[in-house]
């Protein structure tokens, strides 16, 4: 089974531009998630997916970020424009259901830098 | 508000050294805990799911167990390979909260 699929796997921008991040989850993976992780910290949920909807974007700073996930399979996460603590590795998660005690599978995770 | 304390932050072990790892937590309506490795330059790895407090899983050389207060990930006879963080995340009616990890270094 091909495991969750992030690109790209890194990218260093300068502060005040634009980055998109693309995840594939596990094929027949209904629930996809987009975690936060700072240096030193655990993941940080940002949203949550099922299929095409929203579950939970309480976390998300929508002023400067944004993700879609059309036709409920791949999605993308955008950051416009990027601060200096926006320094993180963004993980995607996928899972077959959407009750959160269901083990989510994480990709390898896109590491930003903001100069 | 919901707190997930991992402890220690890190800990060096010799091969064949067993010790313990603390994830601690105040969460409303806990429905279960994970636990998870994390390789550096990885994503987490899933270990367990534990969803009452007494239960106990086991892989290889790891066993996780449950309280109503906190969880414990015990390693036994540790190898150079079970170098990682070990990430504990709780569970709650409505979302998952991760701890910040112990980063564990086995020497050879």
């Known amino acids: 089974e091909a495991g969750v699929a992030q690109s790209p796997r890194y990218k260093i921008i300068e502060k005040r531009q634009s980055v998109a991040f693309w995840c594939n989850p596990i094929s027949g993976h209904a629930t996809l998630y987009w975690y936060q992780q700072i240096l030193g910290q655990g993941p940080k949920l940002l949203i949550q997916f099922q299929n095409n909807g929203v579950v939970d974007d309480s976390q998300l700073p929508k002023d400067r970020f944004s993700a879609e996930r059309l036709k409920g399979v791949d999605s993308t996460l955008k950051i416009q424009p990027a601060k200096l603590e926006d320094s993180a590795v963004y993980l995607c998660?996928?899972?077959?259901?959407?009750?959160?005690?269901?083990?989510?599978?994480f990709g390898d995770g896109t590491r930003l830098s903001i100069l | 508000e919901d707190q997930v304390t991992q402890s220690p932050e890190a800990l060096r072990l010799q091969e064949g050294e067993s010790s313990s790892l603390n994830c601690s937590y105040t969460?409303?309506?806990?429905?279960?805990l994970f636990w998870y490795r994390q390789d550096p330059g990885k994503g987490p790895e899933f270990l367990f799911t534990?969803?009452?407090a007494g239960e106990e899983k086991e892989k290889e050389r790891l066993k996780a167990t449950l309280t109503k207060k906190e969880s414990f990930l015990h390693i036994t006879a540790p190898k150079p390979e079970d170098s990682a963080t070990y990430l504990c995340?709780?569970?709650?009616?409505?979302?998952?909260?991760f701890g910040a990890g112990t980063t564990v270094t086995v020497r050879a």
């Open positions: 969460v409303s309506g806990l429905r279960g």
């Open positions: 998660a996928s899972s077959s259901r959407d009750t959160l005690n269901q083990p989510q599978h």
């Open positions: 995340a709780v569970i709650n009616d409505y979302k998952l909260s």
């Open positions: 534990l969803y009452s």
